[in-house]
């Protein structure tokens, strides 16, 4: 087999010059909807005016008092001079507001707790004396992560959603390929949404919950446009919508009257780690570089008027490989015109990132922004074990985003409209395009040793669309603040999945025939059916109603209803092929000699009428009623002590991926033909037989051969899908109290999660009896298929999750006058599920109900994270978090008491009392030039103490085995990042 030239991908380091010259020209597109932005409300003084005036930005909103009290929303996060002027007499405070924070400062008297007192006229003085405003009669689970906390505690990532770990109930793991996920409770990661500058960031066709985050060592964001952001962890809204988990809602940085600006450079690699167990042992060392950097820039254009902002990230990996020839051969048993392929490597991974934003105050009732972000990734990946690097894939990630708001504040009425423009593409590609070669042991095609050539994993797949929505408050209703909102998505969502693209061919290493494949596997488009491709154009709808009613000066109730209605072509309009129909109602050759295929499945409980489309067979779904109840009593009248509490339902997405495959599973299938050679004869002709050519190395040579399909399996899909939901409920206390001379916050809740309805693939294969499983046995029966075909795979709804949880959260937070913070979360989970968390195959057992209730995987009963950020003088910042878990159930295959009955979805806890710990830390000093220039260095520690870490296989038991087995020990071991910046 000739050999191809190998030509390692290099990123090319961006120019920051480039970077730094380009900002001005960003079109860059920002929705601030209303649930980023702030809200100031309380008592006043009758006849009062109030005005408020961000310190940064000039933005100013002013208000009259209406029946003794004032309400002021639509408020980008920041510091504020509030001017309260009555009887000629004018006096002023200094507060800062938090992201999406409602937050209540009586101005009739006294300020309340956390509000600053004396006078606050100039910058200095306001920044000074403006602490954040507690918030504490909201009925959200709600905890926020501050930009001192994303600048200053310890990260290896620069994912800003690590941060969201310190909030009880959150979960942020990262594996040791370096691919991060979030998740809230017992639910996974797909069900969560980010809204950043109050747009979804939802992935619609891929898992992750977030665009971009499936199978990603990528951040979804640049951390350094990030301002603050809050974790909702139940309980939110009606205008949150697309989510049945946790809600993560984020505000990016915006320009001010000051030219600002920074550059940063990190870096760590594999000599700044420990060794891990393995490695100690005489495992190979797993070499590893990673480097961050970026730059920010933002300012004035026209002062108090218009503003940028621009910001540039760039992560690059390389991640080594070890070749491993599979079926024990060392390599000293591999043909020489092989060896070079068994040679060590590095695979490649760039990821750039861009945000721009403009901010346009038109008037002291107007607002425009217009913000860009674009995320390009490029990886190589599957290169390592016995898959050489020419037979990799080159993965290709981006996401483009595109916001333009338009707020408009008049009297009591406060209007936020914006339109955005979104393209995301997934498009995982072979290395090459051409022949793979694969080297086998014997007569098994699938016993590999070593495969080279060109790859045969072919994917795109994305969405691309435009959205308007409307958010409309009414403040001038006594005692009631109204909000309504609407919002239309048209939505084009892509999947292509090829496969086996390049074709495979299978050479008998042991026989030593490594001129003439006897095996070949491939992929073809399915004539009159489709080519693995599928594009549908969706319609998203959502309205809702939200009242919150401050019935008493104590008593705050929170009522919203809400209403989404998705179409989705592609699902409702499918016509079940003719040709399925035919097979599906043939006579099955395994029973009687009259028994169809469809009364096989009806006698193993299953009717074909239910999952068969003519294409008026479905409807889309529209019973997505949301109601969002909640309400928070003060019990002592000054905010100080919170009773609060919630219940409300909320509606998430089946994944476009998971649906698609009723079309496209079948319309390029896998198929599969023998050659007739010396070591592997076969009569030419009969089955899948054939007399080697040549001319089947050449690309498209083998589609005519794949138009009969066999083998193909078969996707079908219930005709009364729904859309999975959660039902959640709460109820807690919140305090504020005084302790060594500065202010604590605490929270302590007790919440109740049930989803359900979520999506899942079982297996419709059944024996001719209509049994799944042989007598005293747990085999899966593959070879039950549909006659003449595959696999039955039928979708449908059904996975469930139960949490019940206890969440704790203490915090002092990080001031100018103290100069430290620290936070505690505590989460005590009880938690269950009735199939493996993230898994949408079923495939085990006839039904769902064979699973039976399981711990909730992955979920740990105690979960605690502590940190700390202090001042410790010289221009030294430290900081810390602590991590402790107890340990998380896994699942894997248990094959203990014997091959023919291994159990494949037994579930294990070790046996410790710690699961996962860590301790990291930073330490970053500043240096003060003396002109408008500041240097920076910072030391990060991770995993500090070396703690070690399990990563559990899939695979843990084979007969005989005691003990479950354990696998490699998951990164970091102890590493040391360094880090390099400027401000100016």
């Not at 942020?172 to 809230?184: I, K, V």
């Not at 605490?746 to 059944?766: P, Q």
């Not at 499983?773 to 996975?799: K, M, Q, Y």
């Not at 195959?841 to 039904?847: D, G, R, S, V």
Request: net charge negative; aromatic share 10%; with cysteine.
């Amino acid at each position: 087999m000739k050999q191809r030239n190998r030509t390692m991908f290099r990123p090319n380091r961006k120019l920051l010059s480039c970077a730094l010259a380009s900002c001005l020209a960003m079109a860059a597109p920002h929705v601030m909807a209303q649930s980023t932005s702030a809200t100031l409300r309380g008592a006043v003084t009758a006849d009062s005016t109030v005005t408020v005036t961000n310190v940064d930005t000039g933005l100013t909103r002013t208000t009259k008092a209406a029946n003794g009290n004032y309400n002021i929303g639509g408020l980008p996060p920041g510091t504020y001079r509030i001017e309260v002027n009555a009887g000629g007499q004018t006096s002023s405070r200094a507060v800062t507001l938090a992201v999406g924070q409602t937050a209540t400062l009586n101005l009739q008297e006294a300020p309340p707790v956390s509000a600053p007192t004396g006078d606050a006229t100039t910058l200095d003085t306001v920044r000074v004396t403006a602490p954040v405003l507690v918030e504490t009669t909201t009925s959200e689970v709600a905890t926020y992560v501050s930009n001192k906390q994303i600048e200053a505690l310890p990260q290896g990532t620069r994912n800003f959603l690590a941060f969201a770990d310190t909030v009880p109930g959150m979960q942020f793991s990262q594996d040791n390929n370096g691919f991060t996920s979030l998740r809230g409770g017992a639910q996974s990661a797909n069900n969560i949404n980010v809204f950043i500058d109050g747009v979804g960031q939802k992935n619609y066709v891929l898992k992750g919950g977030v665009s971009g985050q499936d199978t990603s060592a990528g951040n979804p964001f640049p951390q350094l446009a990030i301002g603050e952001y809050k974790v909702i962890t139940s309980n939110y809204k009606a205008e949150f919508d697309q989510i049945s988990s946790a809600a993560v809602v984020a505000v990016t940085k915006s320009g001010t009257n000051e030219f600002k600006g920074n550059f940063f450079w990190d870096r760590y690699t594999n000599d700044w780690r420990a060794r891990t167990l393995g490695e100690k042992n005489g495992v190979p060392v797993v070499d590893y570089k990673e480097e961050h950097y970026g730059m920010a820039l933002g300012g004035p254009i026209l002062k108090d008027r218009l503003h940028f902002f621009f910001t540039y990230e760039s992560k690059e990996q390389m991640r080594p490989y070890t070749m491993t020839p599979g079926r024990n051969y060392s390599p000293a048993m591999i043909p020489a015109q092989f060896q070079d392929l068994l040679l060590p490597g590095s695979q490649a991974f760039q990821e750039d990132l861009y945000f721009g934003k403009l901010s346009w105050q038109a008037g002291d009732n107007h607002l425009v922004e217009l913000t860009a972000k674009r995320r390009d990734e490029v990886a190589e990946i599957a290169a390592g074990g016995s898959n050489s690097f020419e037979h990799g894939t080159d993965r290709d990630n981006t996401d483009d985003r595109i916001d333009l708001r338009y707020q408009l504040t008049w009297g009591d009425w406060l209007n936020d409209a914006h339109l955005t423009y979104e393209k995301t593409t997934w498009g995982p590609r072979p290395r090459s395009i051409g022949p793979g070669y694969v080297l086998v042991d014997g007569g098994n095609w699938r016993d590999t040793v070593l495969q080279a050539g060109s790859g045969a994993d072919y994917q795109d797949k994305g969405q691309k669309g435009i959205a308007l929505q409307n958010d409309l408050t009414f403040s001038g209703w006594q005692n009631h603040t109204l909000k309504m909102g609407v919002k239309y998505k048209q939505v084009d969502l892509d999947v292509t999945e090829r496969a086996f693209f390049n074709p495979q061919f299978h050479y008998d290493l042991a026989a030593g025939e490594l001129d003439i494949p006897y095996h070949v596997t491939f992929g073809g488009a399915f004539a009159g059916i489709g080519d693995g491709s599928l594009q549908t154009e969706a319609k998203q709808f959502g309205i809702y109603l939200q009242d919150d009613w401050q019935v008493t000066d104590r008593l705050l109730l929170n009522l919203g209803l809400r209403w989404d209605y998705e179409e989705n072509p592609s699902y409702t309009d499918y016509v079940t092929p003719a040709a399925t129909l035919a097979a599906l109602n043939a006579v099955d050759p395994r029973g009687n000699g009259t028994q169809t295929y469809a009364q096989t499945l009806a006698l193993g409980g299953i009717n074909l009428s239910d999952y068969v489309s003519n294409g008026s067979s479905r409807d889309n779904f529209k019973n997505a009623w949301q109601p969002r109840l909640g309400f928070s009593y003060d019990l002592s009248g000054d905010q100080r002590h919170v009773i609060f509490g919630g219940a409300g339902r909320s509606y998430d997405r089946n994944l476009f991926d998971w649906l698609s495959l009723e079309r496209n599973k079948h319309s390029f299938p896998e198929n599969e033909l023998t050659f007739n050679t010396p070591a592997h004869p076969c009569a030419v002709g009969v089955g899948n037989c054939l007399a080697w050519d040549p001319a089947y190395l050449q690309p498209g040579a083998l589609a005519a051969l794949a138009t009969a399909a066999p083998g193909r399996e078969i996707t079908m899909l219930r005709n009364d899908l729904k859309a999975p939901y959660s039902d959640q409920f709460s109820i807690g206390i919140r305090n504020v109290f005084d302790l060594w001379g500065n202010q604590w916050n605490s929270s302590v809740a007790v919440t109740r999660v049930v989803s359900k309805d979520g999506f899942v693939f079982s297996l419709g294969n059944r024996n001719p009896d209509g049994s799944f499983h042989n007598p005293n046995t747990l085999s899966i029966p593959w070879g039950a298929g549909v006659p003449g075909n595959g696999s039955l795979i039928l979708g449908s709804n059904g996975l469930e999750t139960k949490a019940s949880s206890l969440l704790v959260s203490l915090e002092k937070p990080y001031t100018q006058s103290s100069r430290w913070g620290t936070t505690l979360a505590y989460t005590y989970t009880d938690a269950e599920e009735n199939r493996e968390f993230g898994e949408h195959y079923a495939l085990h057992y006839p039904t769902l109900a064979g699973y039976g209730w399981s711990n909730a995987g992955g979920v740990s009963k105690h979960r605690l994270v502590l940190t700390g950020i202090g001042d410790v003088g010289w221009g030294v910042t430290a900081s810390g978090k602590l991590t402790l878990a107890t340990p998380a159930p896994w699942y894997g295959t248990n094959c203990s008491s014997g091959w023919d009955i291994c159990d494949e979805q037994d579930q294990v806890e070790p046996d410790t009392t710690i699961g996962y710990k860590s301790f990291d830390m930073a330490l970053e000093k500043r240096w003060d030039t003396g002109t408008d220039l500041g240097f920076k260095v910072r030391l990060d520690v991770l995993n500090a103490f070396n703690w070690v870490n399990y990563n559990y296989p899939r695979w843990f038991r084979a007969p005989g085995d005691g003990a479950p087995r354990t696998n490699e020990q998951l990164f970091p071991t102890r590493t040391v990042k360094l880090s390099f910046g400027l401000d100016w």
